[in-house]
């Protein structure tokens, strides 16, 4: 019987976790199946149980990242600092591991797929939510020179770099306060889902910025937008985290690397032809 995986989230129609995955074990040779299930609000304990008396491995998204955490027996040091989990594994004793992928994947995406370094770099994080604590350690762990915190609560962003500042040197501050120009700007505020800018000054972008906008839609998003307007070297968007942190995850559960460069290719293909028709 082939292996079984799943990702578990309400909504879930939308997720392109199963095509991802199926793709990673053809390419791998893998014998798997990679199922979306739309789990009812209260009830991912037993979705979770029911799952784990055959599947081998979940994705989580929203709204069960907390359910998620609480269900798991043991955690990645990096699921810990991100306090958050997306990828649960049953050990051979019974037992689930909880680790976090999202952050790896981003900064595999940054500087594998687009060979942008970061060790050395002065960076700025645009955002103090979740889904910027989840990439802060990986990112650090890359020793940069400096990473900048920047939120619209700044409280949030001084709380959260005081929580990182045992890796490297970071800092948080309000938008108007940020100072000086960046090498790498990750834009981590859900602002680009309503079609929001972070105020940052327009003087933080210089001609060999990359700017990451860990959102990712068909058309470029308002904060790529807005850097490419201001010459930036490179404007790039999540979806290459998207496809990361699956291959992350593919890897943890299944021992094997697969190729995320031609699933990013096709994905994006796809929105294109879905925006043109
Ligand atoms: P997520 O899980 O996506 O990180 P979150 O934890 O709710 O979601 O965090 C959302 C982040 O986007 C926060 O940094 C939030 O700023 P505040 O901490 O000040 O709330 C930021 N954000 C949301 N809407 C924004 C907007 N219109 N402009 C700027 N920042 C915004």
């Given at each position: 019987?082939?292996d079984?995986y ?7 129609n ?17 014998d798997?199946?990679y ?25 989580v ?16 040091s ?9 990828t649960?594994i ?8 909880a680790?976090?992928?999202d ?18 770099k ?7 939510g ?6 802060l ?17 700044v ?64 058309e ?47 994905i ?6 879905v925006?043109?028709?």
């Amino acid at each position: 019987m082939s292996d079984l995986y799943a990702v578990m989230g309400n909504p879930i129609n939308h997720s392109k976790s199963p095509q991802i995955h199926s793709t990673f074990a053809e390419q791998t040779e893998q014998d798997l199946i990679y199922s979306a299930i739309l789990v009812p609000l209260e009830k991912f304990k037993e979705e979770a149980d029911s799952f784990f008396r055959n599947g081998r491995g979940l994705n989580v998204t929203v709204p069960f990242k907390e359910d998620a955490w609480q269900y798991a027996d043991t955690y990645s040091s990096r699921a810990l600092r991100a306090g958050a989990v997306n990828t649960l594994i049953k050990k051979e004793d019974g037992s689930v591991h909880a680790d976090n992928t999202d952050g790896i994947g981003m900064v595999r995406d940054i500087t594998v797929n687009n060979g942008c370094e970061i060790k050395g770099k002065r960076v700025l994080v645009l955002g103090a939510g979740g889904a910027v604590r989840g990439i802060l350690e990986p990112v650090l762990e890359e020793k940069p020179r400096e990473v900048v915190i920047a939120n619209r609560t700044v409280s949030k962003a001084q709380a959260l770099a005081e929580d990182f500042s045992d890796i490297g040197e970071i800092s948080g501050c309000g938008f108007e306060q940020v100072e000086g120009q960046f090498d790498l700007i990750i834009n981590g505020t859900s602002a680009s889902l309503s079609g929001e800018l972070p105020p940052v000054p327009e003087s933080v972008i210089h001609l060999e910025t990359t700017c990451y906008d860990m959102m990712y839609s068909a058309e470029p998003t308002v904060f790529n937008q807005w850097a490419a307007g201001l010459n930036a070297a490179a404007t790039l968007d999540g979806l290459g985290m998207l496809v990361e942190q699956a291959a992350e995850s593919f890897e943890k559960w299944r021992g094997v690397r697969p190729e995320s460069k031609p699933v990013i290719n096709s994905i994006r293909e796809s929105l294109l032809l879905v925006k043109t028709a």
